[in-house]
C-alpha cells in the first residue's frame, strides 16, 4: 500500500508545504520532485528523513526566513507528517522535535556566519503569516 500525505487543511500550511518542497528539491537537487514523491522516499526512513529536516531547516534560515517561519516550515516535512498522521505520535513532542532541530540550525547558521561581515537580515516577504 502506497504511503499518501494528508494534505494541509490551511492556506498557511499549504503554503508551508510549498516551501517545504522547494527547500527540499535544492537540499536534494531533485528540482522536478513532487511532495508526494518526496513522502514516499523519506516517511519511513527515520534517519533520512532527520537528515532532510536539518538541512531545509538549515537552508530556510539562510534564505532569510525567521525561526517561527522555519518551524511552520518543518511542520510540513515527510518526517513529522508521518509520525503524526500514520503512526499517530503526538503533536507536542513532535513539534519539539522540530523547535530543536532549527534551534540547532540556528546556531550551525550563526557559527558559520560570524566574522563574515554583517549578520543576515531576516526578510519580511518571507515570513509565512
Known amino acids: 500500500m502506497a504511503l499518501t500525505p494528508k494534505e494541509p487543511e490551511s492556506e498557511v500550511g499549504q503554503k508551508a508545504r510549498r516551501v517545504y518542497l522547494k ?10 520532485l513532487d ?32 525561526p517561527k ?3 511552520g516550515v518543518l511542520h510540513q516535512g515527510p518526517y513529522l507528517q508521518f509520525q503524526v498522521h500514520h503512526r499517530k505520535t503526538p503533536l507536542a513532542p513532535m513539534s519539539q522535535y522540530v523547535r530543536s532541530t532549527v534551534l540547532t ?16 537580515q531576516r526578510r519580511p516577504d518571507l515570513e509565512l503569516e
Open 69 to 71: 517561519s522555519a518551524v
Open 105 to 120: 540550525a540556528m546556531q550551525k547558521v550563526g557559527s558559520r556566519t560570524q566574522g563574515q561581515g554583517p549578520s543576515m
Open 23 to 32: 527547500f527540499a528539491q535544492r537540499v536534494i537537487g531533485e528540482s522536478t
Open 35 to 66: 511532495y508526494p514523491t518526496l513522502y514516499q522516499r523519506f516517511a519511513e526512513n527515520d534517519w533520512a528523513a532527520i537528515k532532510l529536516d536539518d538541512a531545509v531547516a538549515e537552508a530556510v534560515l539562510r534564505a532569510g526566513f525567521s
